[in-house]
């Protein structure tokens, strides 16, 4: 009598893209942010392949059982949710046409290859990936061999300008606010147009904060090397190209 669900707010677009197994030939409900791999604004969806009778029997004012889509529909709103934002809903549509073309799996293409890139260079300096690896676009690692926490892992990193966040690992000894490890993704970079070569420096830019975690200078020379690096990935490069 369970509902199955599965949430794919991360790996949606890999899946979208058949690069991951699809959930929804063994689920009744999907959900989905549609930022992260969708590279969309802030938001989520519910999804269903199919939609079916609900089985508590829950009636309209006609006297016809609702369909689970119809519960669905009323728990978001009015249940929970109030007027809409119409230039949000306009922002995910934009989002899910460029889901459609071939542009966007090439990306997707390429936010996979730089992270099993990105992967396999952090196992090359000794870094313990939780499962060994990556098949999508992130990875979890356990810096327990490094001596180092999440916290501080984050912490000294953000002084550098290199964003990722803390997060727990299986048998964390440490509370979540502090963590023994760290979670590290790679669409912002591939959206920057960052390929698999690009990875090591990224890499190399990361331990030598963690292998120097207290030497403030050694953060501050990385530092500049981030801004320097950065300058061939410019954010709006069509803007770049006006200017030259």
């Not at 119809?70 to 009015?78: E, H, K, Q, T």
């Not at 396999?120 to 499962?131: P, T």
């Not at 960052?194 to 890499?203: A, G, I, R, S």
Request: proline share 5%; with cysteine; aromatic share 6%.
């Amino acid at each position: 009598g369970a509902f199955v669900m599965c949430d794919m707010a991360h790996p949606a677009g890999l899946i979208c893209k058949g690069l991951l197994s699809s959930p929804f030939e063994h689920c009744h409900f999907v959900t989905s942010t549609t930022h992260k791999t969708l590279r969309g604004p802030r938001g989520g969806i519910i999804l269903m392949k199919k939609d079916f009778e609900n089985p508590f029997g829950l009636k309209d004012m006609k006297g016809n059982v609702r369909m689970m889509s119809n519960l669905i529909d009323m728990a978001v709103f009015p249940g929970t949710q109030g007027g809409p934002l119409e230039h949000v809903i306009a922002a995910k549509a934009i989002a899910f046409g460029e889901l459609l073309t071939d542009e966007y799996t090439t990306y997707i293409k390429q936010v996979q290859k730089n992270a099993q890139a990105m992967a396999k260079a952090f196992v090359d300096k000794g870094y313990q990936i939780i499962s060994g690896g990556t098949d999508n676009h992130l990875m979890l690692i356990d810096l327990r061999n490094k001596n180092i926490t999440g916290k501080k892992a984050q912490e000294t990193l953000d002084k550098a300008h290199i964003t990722l966040n803390k997060n727990a690992v299986p048998y964390d000894d440490k509370s979540p606010f502090v963590t023994s490890g760290i979670r590290v993704g790679v669409p912002a970079v591939t959206t920057r147009g960052m390929k698999e070569e690009h990875m090591q420096t990224v890499v190399d830019l990361i331990d030598r904060v963690l292998m120097s975690i207290d030497d403030e200078a050694i953060i501050s020379s990385v530092k500049q090397e981030v801004k320097n690096f950065m300058k061939q990935f410019p954010l709006y490069p069509e803007l770049q190209q006006g200017k030259q």
